[in-house]
T-cell receptor, first 115, second 113 residues
Framework: AQSVTQLGSHVSVSEGALVLLRCNYS??????LFWYVQYPNQGLQLLLK??????LVKGINGFEAEFKKSETSFHLTKPSAHMRDAAEYFC?????????????FGKGITLSVRP | DAGITQSPRHKVTETGTPVTLRCHQT?????MYWYRQDPGHGLRLIHY???????DKGEVSDGYSVSRSKTEDFLLTLESATSSQTSVYFC????????????FGEGSWLTVV
């Protein structure tokens, strides 16, 4: 069985500050890890994914995440927050990178950006 | 945009009535999914399909059924809606041509009163 833990439900940062959203996973097999973003009243958009290649993954909109097996973590970071980054962020894990993969999501974290 | 259309986008229905949500895709993807999103739970898998007439249960399938009679349509049915099924429902497809990325539709807001 797989699971994802996203501690806390809300993170608030100032515009221009570092964004750090934490994600820890549990998996009995090598995991494949994803970050999705959801803007209000929209579907989910893939930010980035780890599929066992480079441990530092760069995504869209300046976000990146680092896979750390020893810490079972896949934290999302962005050096400088923009107002447009305000959204809900979901970490997810899958047991495969190929066809018919099924995602298990964390509870999500709402990011607020203060002017 | 992965060519996913969900309908209806918003629906209010009464307890005990049947409800069907439709997911339509235009790009011939084999794998399709239905998730529900609830505060404090993230998204949870209801059912998925790996081809026409090939479906299976996900984590929270009780009270739901699905059908896929053609590649482009994946229907989610609540046989007798309950208030606990008030949620936002998302359809998703897996794009094998895009590194097996899973793309989501815009969501269907369902309120059961």
């Amino acid at each position: 069985a797989q699971s994802v833990t996203q501690l806390g439900s809300h993170v608030s940062v100032s515009e221009g500050a570092l964004v750090l959203l934490r994600c820890n996973y549990s998996s009995s097999v090598p995991p494949y890890l994803f970050w999705y973003v959801q803007y209000p009243n929209q579907g989910l958009q893939l930010l980035l994914k780890y599929t066992s290649a480079a441990t530092l993954v760069k995504g869209i909109n300046g976000f990146e995440a680092e896979f750390k097996k020893s810490e079972t973590s896949f934290h999302l970071t962005k050096p400088s927050a923009h107002m447009r980054d305000a959204a809900e962020y979901f970490c997810a894990v899958s047991d495969r990178a190929g066809a018919n993969s099924k995602l298990t999501f964390g509870k999500g974290i709402t990011l607020s950006v203060r002017p | 945009d992965a060519g996913i259309t969900q309908s209806p986008r918003h629906k209010v229905t009464e307890t005990g009535t049947p409800v069907t949500l439709r997911c339509h895709q235009t790009e011939n993807h084999r794998y399709m999914y239905w998730y529900r999103q609830d505060p404090g739970h993230g998204l949870r898998l209801i059912h998925y399909s790996y081809g026409v007439k090939d479906t299976d249960k996900g984590e929270v399938s009780d009270g739901y059924s699905v059908s896929r009679s053609k590649t482009e349509d994946f229907l989610l049915t609540l046989e007798s809606a309950t208030s606990s099924q008030t949620s936002v429902y998302f359809c998703a497809i897996q794009s094998q041509g895009a590194g097996n990325t899973i793309y989501f539709g815009e969501g269907s807001w369902l309120t059961v009163v």
